[in-house]
T-cell receptor
C-alpha cells in the first residue's frame, strides 16, 4: 500500500539555522498537511496545502514557517530561523479529497513516519 | 472551535481482556472522527474512522469504535487485548464545516499497556 515518506528521520540543528523538512505524499493525493508533536504533548495542526497554495494555517504557523511543493512529488516545510521551542516531531500527511472514489476513503489523512527535529 | 478529550492518560489491561479507550469531542456540524495509533519512535497509523452511517465502526487489528451522538463520544474498543496492542492512541476530529477546512484536532493521547 502506498505510504507517505519523510526525510530526514532525525535532524539536529543550531538555534537560528534554517531547516527544510521533506515529505513525499501519496502520489494521487491532493491535500497536504504538516502537523507537529512536541515531546509528551498532543499532535498540533500547522498548515494545509491545496492547489499550490496554503488553504489554512494555525497560529503556530507564523512568518518563520513556509511550505512549498517544488515539483510533482515533494512537499517541504521550511523553518527559517529555528528556535529551541521548535524542537518537535514533525509529521506530514496527505489525503485525496477528489471525486471518483468513496467519500470514506477521501476523508482519511495518512501520516508519514515523522522527522524528529532537535534545536540546540 | 473543535476539541477532543481523552480523559485517561493511561489504560492498563490484562492480555485477553476487553479494552476501552475513551474519547469525547466537540465540533460544529457533523463530526468526522478518527483513531490513530502511535508505536514508540514511529508515526501515526490510521486505525479507523466514522464519517457517516453505522454507529459501530470496525477497523484494523480487530479494533472497533462506537459513535454516540447524544454523548458526543467515540470510544475505541477491542474484545480481547494483545500485548502488541500496547501503544499510544490518539482520537481526532474535524467538522463538516464546508470547503477548505480539513484540519484534524487531536486529543492528548492515551497510553495503552497490555499486561501479559
Amino acid at each position: 500500500e502506498p505510504e507517505v515518506t519523510q526525510t530526514p528521520s532525525h535532524q539536529v540543528t543550531q538555534m537560528g539555522q534554517e531547516v527544510i523538512l521533506r515529505c513525499v505524499p501519496i502520489s494521487n493525493h491532493l491535500y497536504f498537511y504538516w502537523y507537529r508533536q512536541i515531546l509528551g504533548q498532543k499532535v498540533e495542526f500547522l498548515v494545509s496545502f491545496y492547489n499550490n497554495e496554503i488553504s489554512e494555517k494555525s497560529e503556530i504557523f507564523d512568518d518563520q514557517f513556509s511550505v512549498e511543493r517544488p515539483d510533482g512529488s515533494n512537499f517541504t516545510l521550511k523553518i527559517r530561523s529555528t528556535k529551541l521551542e521548535d524542537s518537535a516531531m514533525y509529521f506530514c500527511a496527505s489525503t485525496w479529497t477528489g471525486t471518483g472514489t468513496s467519500r470514506s476513503r477521501r476523508e482519511t489523512q495518512y501520516f508519514g513516519p515523522g522527522t524528529r527535529l532537535l534545536v540546540l | 472551535a473543535q476539541s477532543v478529550a481523552q480523559p485517561e492518560d493511561q489504560v492498563n489491561v490484562a492480555e485477553g481482556n476487553p479494552l476501552t479507550v475513551k474519547c469525547t469531542y466537540s465540533v460544529s456540524g457533523n463530526p468526522y472522527l478518527f483513531w490513530y495509533v502511535q508505536y514508540p519512535n514511529r508515526g501515526l497509523q490510521f486505525l479507523l474512522k466514522y464519517i457517516t452511517g453505522d454507529n459501530l465502526v470496525k477497523g484494523s487489528y480487530g479494533f472497533e469504535a462506537e459513535f454516540n451522538k447524544s454523548q458526543t463520544s467515540f470510544h475505541l474498543k477491542k474484545p480481547s487485548a494483545l500485548v502488541s496492542d500496547s501503544a499510544l492512541y490518539f482520537c481526532a476530529v474535524r467538522g463538516d464545516s464546508g470547503a477548505g477546512s480539513y484540519q484534524l484536532t487531536f486529543g492528548k493521547g492515551t497510553k495503552l499497556s497490555v499486561i501479559p
